[in-house]
């Protein structure tokens, strides 16, 4: 998805309200580790309007995904593996985003085996 004003577009934020419910993606009673959809993988792959070094001059991205990844995903109970960004596609070389789509491929083949992230505050904020 395109990160749009520092979030998901409206539409998917719409499609995660009315698909992750309580009662079949979360309790209030078991969340994060004991979430309803323990033993899913997810992972959030966007583009950006900005480059990579645009995004860092106001800190690490990670701040932004923290709604998205631990407040959505992991509240779930969901396992988040690490983002697939691609810095402004739009403002780089036919050769960059040919090395972008080659890097998305290359990871969508061992996607499987990747460990997921540490959705803990610690990791986010440090």
Not at 36 to 46: C, D, I, N, P, V
Not at 57 to 82: A, N
Not at 85 to 103: F, G, H
Request: with cysteine; glycine share 8%.
């Amino acid at each position: 998805f395109p990160l749009f004003w520092f979030n998901m577009p409206a539409i998917l934020k719409g499609w995660m309200d009315r698909v992750l419910v309580q009662g079949f993606a979360y309790d209030l009673s078991k969340a994060y580790d004991g979430g309803l959809l323990q033993g899913k993988l997810s992972l959030f792959s966007f583009t950006t309007g900005g480059s990579k070094e645009k995004y860092a001059i106001r800190g690490d991205i990670r701040y932004l995904l923290w709604p998205m990844q631990h407040g959505i995903m992991h509240f779930c109970g969901v396992k988040v593996l690490e983002p697939h960004i691609c810095y402004a596609p739009e403002n780089v070389s036919e050769e960059k985003r040919k090395e972008m789509l080659t890097a998305w491929t290359q990871r969508l083949k061992t996607l499987w085996k990747e460990e997921p992230i540490d959705c803990s505050p610690e990791w986010y904020f440090k």
